[in-house]
Antibody, heavy 122, light 106 residues
Framework: QVQLQESGPGLVKPSQTLSLTCLVS??????????WSWIRQHPGRGLEWIGY???????YSNSSLQGRVSISVDTSKNQFSLQLTSVTAADTAMYYC??????????????WGQGTLVTVSS | DIQMTQFPSSLSASVGDRVTITCRAS??????LNWYQKKSGKAPKALIY???TLEGGVPPRFSGSGSGTEFTLTISSLHPDDFASYYC????????FGPGTKVEIK
């Protein structure tokens, strides 16, 4: 069974860098046809796509985050990571990792982690 | 960027009602439209992908249709477990979510 689990600090100070890791189990990240994504949900708001990465290391992010996003992958550890720089209170949210399924013309997020709440506060 | 809109933003309905949620894209996205259900405190769950294909294990009372710029999610007969928020998602160019529709109990 595919499982994803987010981990990282629940509290980050303003202007610092938010760092989260998503550990993937039940499937090798080297498997073709998948990509690995970060999504967040601000309190009381909708879902916001942050970015995604392929096992090759090619990554893409939401232009609204103005270059503050870096996503990396470590297939040897079967995990991928998110770094969001220069955080403010506006980055306080529940952060989710998810698997994008691109097999046989599909393109959707079929497995999600449970989410981790990150609060930005001094 | 492709902008996604959804309406209504919220609705009140009763168990057994037929519910329709509409999602519009700012440009043609073919059939690259997916639907998710989100309950408070839980991760989103995929319901429908590629406009109309039901994810495994999702009850057949859920259905999706549309193409191009306009899409709908229909719940044929609302169950108590269906009270939640629903999000459309385009994967035509990068990824974008609609603002969501909250389905509440009347």
């Amino acid at each position: 069974q595919v499982q994803l689990q987010e981990s990282g600090p629940g509290l980050v100070k303003p202007s610092q860098t938010l760092s989260l890791t998503c550990l993937v189990s039940g499937v090798s990240m080297d498997s073709g046809g998948y990509y690995w994504s970060w999504i967040r949900q601000h309190p009381g708001r909708g879902l916001e796509w942050i970015g995604y990465i392929y096992n090759t290391g090619s990554a893409y992010s939401n232009s609204s985050l103005q270059g503050r996003v870096s996503i990396s992958v470590d297939t040897s550890k079967n995990q991928f990571s998110l770094q969001l720089t220069s955080v403010t209170a506006a980055d306080t949210a529940m952060y989710y990792c998810a698997r994008g399924n691109n097999v046989q013309s599909k393109d959707y997020f079929d497995y999600w982690g449970q989410g981790t709440l990150v609060t930005v506060s001094s | 960027d492709i902008q996604m809109t959804q309406f209504p933003s919220s609705l009140s309905a009763s168990v057994g009602d037929r519910v329709t949620i509409t999602c519009r894209a700012s440009q043609n996205i073919g059939n690259s439209l997916n639907w998710y259900q989100k309950k408070s405190g839980k991760a989103p769950k995929a319901l429908i992908y590629s406009t109309s294909t039901l994810e495994g294990g999702v009850p057949p009372r859920f259905s999706g249709s549309g193409s191009g710029t306009e899409f709908t999610l229909t719940i044929s007969s609302l169950h108590p477990d269906d009270f939640a928020s629903y999000y459309c998602q385009q994967t035509y160019r990068r990824v974008g979510f609609g603002p969501g529709t909250k389905v509440e109990i009347k």
